[in-house]
Each structure stands twice: as structure tokens, then as C-alpha cells.
């Protein structure tokens, strides 16, 4: 076999005299295929003592050192896509947007059509922020793929500053409502912790005692059906990353439908209807709706407030938990 010095770096030794380059180096650096090593020699990626080679049929000589640079994939560009949006405001400063629950609001690995931006570039065009950068234009703050609800978005850089800066300073009014296994004690509080990345799982947010960020969560429980689920509404001083998730899981009432957080909780009482239990227990995603948007608008310095109605999924798992 060949002797490899560093990740990707060889010397060919003698046995391999005359093999073609691409066979030769497939061999030696098994995590590449040969069509991936031909790629490579194509884009100039491969050195022979120190200069380019590109011819992928090539071949090898006894004590050639040979070296290739594999480049940093780029993550492709989101491309406007005519997909609909429900607007509930828009001017020439921002737009308010109900993004339905399942919709990633932009592209990342693994998603990079269908997302909130995608349907953003096409209904506006030019005329977004782009302080975000070309991948998350004019995004001034997100909520969670499965999670349902408003969102404000910059059509200016200016725009996006003075929003940006209001959630800075927790001065932004977010109401949300979620619908959690159990009864939080007590039925209305404050939820004041860190929140960072859990040290036992990195998929996941936990509340830490140190490397976190603070985050408060105020919430006021609206409706209790038979002490086996609830309705609770949310409003939050500072934004998180799954904040809300996280801070009523750890109080003991995590989300109905939260497959991170909701430890695979399920209805298991035969007092409930089995139809009720089961449409509660599969409910596909988690129960959260961000219902409520206020903020003083970047220009005309005025407080605007908006509010959505909750979506039809949540409306008929709200009537199974009045059926408990």
C-alpha cells in the first residue's frame, strides 16, 4: 500500500509503478471514490511534486509525491420559488407573514427548496434586506420548522437594523400558545434560566447552570382538560433557540406532538375516548403557534400590533383535549 504522510499526501511506492493516477490515488485514500478523485484532477485539485496535474489517465512513478486539496462545498443559493404566502401586513418596509407549521423559514442542509425565503424571494424580488446575507435575506428572527405562526420580515437594510436592535432589547410583543401534557405549577409564572447546548445530547437545547444564554419566558395557563393536558400562553422577554420547548419541558409539561422534547409522552389513560387519545398521541408536530406580533414600526415609529388566527390543526386538537 501506498505510505500516506498527512490526510492528503502520498508517496507512491514501488509496487504501484505505472498505475494509472486516479486508480492509484482512489486506492491510497480509500474515503474517495476513483469518479471523485477524477473530479478532482479535473478542477485542478491534484499536484504532482508540487505542480497541477490534470490528466486523470496519468501515470504514477516510484517516490511521486502526490497531494489534493478538496474544496469547501457552497451550500446553493436559494432560488425564488411561487409558492404562497399568507401576508396579514406589508409596506415598503417589511411584511408580516402567518408561516404555516412545516415550513422551514430558510434553507439549509438537507432543505434548500420550499422554504419561507425561497417564497419571500419571489413575492418581493429585489426587495428584501440584505443584512441577513444571500441565504437568510431580509430574516430579521425565525421560528421552528413545526412550529406555526408570525414573523416580521426586512424589505430594507435600514428596516432590518431597527427591528433587529428592538429584539435586542427585548422591546418585541410575542405571545404564543401551546398545547403541553399536564398542569404547570403553578398556573401562571415566570421561567427565568440558561439556556445552551445540552451536554449529554448536541441535537438538542437544555437549561444549563453555565455556557448558556438567559432566557425568560412568561406564561399564564388558559384552560386545564382534566389535569392531562393544558392550554398555555407564552409570552417571551428573550428569544431562544427553542426556548419555549425547552423551559415548559423542563417545568414537567413538555409540547403534545414534540418528538425532542416531549420524551415520547403519550395519553396512556383509559378513562380518556380512544379516539381522542389516539388523535392527541399522533398529533405529527409540536403544538406551538405563535399567535401574536407587536413592534414599532422602523420608520413610522408607530407600535403595530398583529394577530392570527390559531391554524386548523391546532383548532381540532384543542377540541379533542375539551373531549378528555
Not at 514501488?14 to 480509500?30: E, H, M, Q, T, V
Not at 415598503?92 to 419561507?116: C, F, I, Q, R, W
Not at 415566570?190 to 448558556?212: C, F, Q
Request: proline share 5%; hydrophobic share 35%; aromatic share 8%.
Amino acid at each position: 500500500m501506498a505510505d500516506i504522510e498527512n490526510t492528503n499526501t502520498t508517496i507512491v511506492n514501488k509496487k504501484y509503478n505505472g498505475w494509472r493516477i486516479d486508480k492509484f490515488l482512489s486506492l491510497a485514500f480509500p474515503d474517495f471514490s476513483r469518479s471523485q478523485m477524477q473530479r478532482l484532477l479535473k478542477e485542478g485539485m491534484v499536484s504532482r511534486n508540487g505542480e497541477i496535474i490534470n490528466d486523470i489517465s496519468a501515470k504514477v512513478r516510484e517516490n511521486e509525491e502526490y497531494f489534493f486539496v478538496v474544496p469547501e462545498p457552497e451550500d446553493a443559493l436559494p432560488e425564488p420559488e411561487n409558492i404562497p404566502l399568507d401576508i396579514v401586513y406589508e409596506d415598503e418596509d417589511l411584511l408580516v407573514v402567518n408561516k404555516p407549521a412545516g415550513m422551514t423559514v430558510h434553507p439549509a442542509p438537507g432543505s434548500y427548496k420550499g422554504t419561507l425565503v425561497n417564497a419571500l424571494l419571489f413575492h418581493c424580488r429585489d426587495c428584501l434586506s440584505g443584512i441577513g446575507g444571500v441565504k437568510r435575506p431580509g430574516i430579521v428572527h425565525r421560528i421552528d420548522k413545526d412550529t406555526s405562526g408570525l414573523l416580521v420580515v426586512a424589505k430594507n437594510d435600514n428596516a432590518h437594523k431597527e427591528l433587529s436592535k428592538q429584539f435586542a432589547e427585548h422591546s418585541i410583543e410575542r405571545t404564543y400558545y401551546a398545547v403541553v401534557f399536564g398542569v404547570l405549577t403553578p398556573l401562571s409564572g415566570r421561567i427565568e434560566s440558561l439556556i445552551g447546548r445540552s451536554p449529554y445530547d448536541r441535537k438538542k437545547m437544555a437549561v444549563v447552570k453555565k455556557n448558556g444564554k438567559n432566557a425568560i419566558t412568561n406564561y399564564q395557563t388558559q384552560a386545564v382538560y382534566k389535569n392531562i393536558i393544558s392550554l398555555v400562553k407564552c409570552n417571551l422577554e428573550t428569544g431562544r433557540t427553542h426556548q419555549i420547548r425547552v423551559h415548559l419541558s423542563s417545568k414537567g409539561a413538555p409540547l403534545v406532538g414534540d418528538p425532542l422534547y416531549g420524551h415520547a409522552k403519550k395519553i396512556t389513560s383509559k378513562s380518556v375516548d380512544a379516539e381522542v387519545r389516539d388523535f392527541i398521541n399522533a398529533f405529527p408536530r409540536q403544538a406551538l403557534h405563535a399567535k401574536s406580533l407587536g413592534f414599532v414600526h422602523p420608520k413610522k415609529k408607530i407600535f403595530m400590533q398583529f394577530d392570527s388566527d390559531f391554524p386548523s390543526d391546532f383548532k381540532e386538537l384543542i377540541k379533542n383535549a375539551e373531549k378528555i
